[in-house]
Nanobody
Framework: QVQLVESGGGLVQAGGSLRLSCAAS????????MGWFRQAPGKDREFVAA????????YYGDSVKGRFTISRDNAESTVYLQMISLKPEDTAVYYC????????????????WGQGTQVTVSS
């Protein structure tokens, strides 16, 4: 089992940057593909980014391509989401998620979820 704890959220002005972190417990972190999702009030949870077990493959949602970068440090069992050029529409609770081996953009494909961290972008 994997436990995930996100951090790094906060309030930022439009055009600003934030870096989210997700620390994972357990010694098998390297066997998990990791994803970031977000959910705004009244909306479905949305795929943001995903990364394979060795960081060699990354995927992004259309709305964040070119602005967000996902990365991972397997030695630290941590996955990151660097966000730049933030927009008010990026405001949401951001969730880290894990699934065995292969990446996916589907919410239902992920087995483990963090508690979420709030990102608020003011205009």
């Amino acid at each position: 089992q994997v436990q995930l704890v996100e951090s790094g959220g906060g309030l930022v002005q439009a055009g600003g940057s934030l870096r989210l972190s997700c620390a994972a417990s357990g010694r098998t972190f390297i066997t998990y593909a990791m994803g970031w999702f977000r959910q705004a009030p009244g909306k479905d949870r949305e795929f943001v980014a995903a990364i394979g077990w060795n960081g060699g493959s990354t995927y992004y949602g259309d709305s964040v391509k070119g602005r967000f970068t996902i990365s991972r440090d397997n030695a630290e069992s941590t996955v990151y989401l660097q966000m730049i050029s933030l927009k008010p529409e990026d405001t949401a609770v951001y969730y880290c998620a894990a699934r065995r081996f292969t990446t996916s953009q589907a919410v239902q494909a992920y087995e483990y979820w963090g508690q979420g961290t709030q990102v608020t972008v003011s205009s």
